[in-house]
């Protein structure tokens, strides 16, 4: 027992060089937040200045107009309308998503049919046409029908590209499950909703919460074709941000708001830290 803690001990030391090596990783990936948090505290900041001259504090009480981050906790900025906005979208569209899907991928792993290779091919699509195709197409038509610059129309079109992806996870799940413990329940009596609420439900769940975040995630992250179906009339903070940047310039109030769209994915990153392991898609929610 000795000898297999010591060398498990040894096991987990890094070398150097693999040390060297993840932190330049984490630099790689966490490197381009320095600047963008220090932006959002400055007032001027010229090259080939390493730290802004003037920062946010000194001309808080100096400036008529609120600045940085006192803009954008302000309503002049909407970054609140914009952040009610990007969670309702996000979470009507996860819950859409997850009827569809839900049936779907169990039909798709468990059952052979012709034209099955041609139907998830074609589902893919929406992940390989532009975006702006997409949007122009759908605006014409959402033009029409009334949709343009509502709450539905956004909704229909983020569920184009978040489809897809629930899709593509559910069905690994499903494929993963197997059918063993549904066909012993049905042995041991079980009707088809107490299967599908007691074993299926149950061994799907953390599968089902990975993919209902991810697909949150991505709809909080749709830009283009909110941009193209909202009509500027549905504010959501991608567009927000890129209505901040569009002129080329990243001043505090900017750099601000896009450490404010980063919440939602940091945050959905340290729920699914806990979902998307193995030992939860083993063991599931019950340890």
């Known amino acids: 027992m000795a000898k297999r803690t010591i060398r498990t ?22 490197g381009p937040f320095i600047p963008l948090i220090i932006q959002s505290f400055a007032f001027r900041w010229a090259w080939p200045d390493m ?12 400036s008529i107009l609120p600045l940085a981050w006192d803009y954008v906790i ?17 979470s009507v569209v996860t819950v859409i998503c997850l009827a569809i899907c839900l049936p779907a991928a169990r039909v798709l792993a468990r059952e052979k049919f012709r034209g099955k290779a041609a139907f998830e091919f074609f589902l893919s699509m929406p992940l390989i046409v532009p975006e702006a195709a997409i949007g122009i197409a759908l605006l014409m038509i959402f033009i029409r029908l009334g949709l343009a610059g509502t709450y539905t129309g956004i909704i229909i079109v983020h569920l184009i590209p978040t489809i897809p ?30 299967i599908m609420r007691l074993v299926t439900l149950p061994m799907l769940l953390p599968g089902v919460v990975a993919g209902a975040l991810f697909t949150f995630l ?14 500027g009339k549905i504010i959501t ?8 940047i569009s002129g080329g310039t990243l001043d505090a109030s900017a750099a601000g708001i896009t450490l404010v769209v980063t919440v939602p994915g940091i945050v959905l990153l340290l729920i699914t830290e806990r979902f998307i392991k193995e030992e939860a898609f083993g063991k599931g929610f019950g340890n």
């Open 218 to 231: 991505v709809s909080t992250n749709i830009f283009l074709l909110t941009f193209f179906l909202g009509q």
């Open 51 to 62: 730290l802004p001259s003037t920062w946010w504090l000194e001309q808080r009480d100096k």
């Open 9 to 30: 001990a040894l096991n987990s030391r890094l070398s150097a060089f693999q040390k060297i090596y993840l932190l330049l990783i984490a630099g790689f990936i966490l």
């Open 237 to 244: 903070l991608p567009t927000l941000l890129f209505s901040k």
């Open 74 to 90: 302000s309503p002049y900025s909407r970054v609140w309308e914009a952040t009610l906005n990007t969670l309702f979208i996000g």
């Open 165 to 194: 992806y629930m899709i593509r996870m559910l069905t690994a799940v499903y494929q993963g499950l197997g059918r063993d413990f549904e066909e012993q329940a049905m042995i041991l009596g079980a009707n088809r909703w107490q």
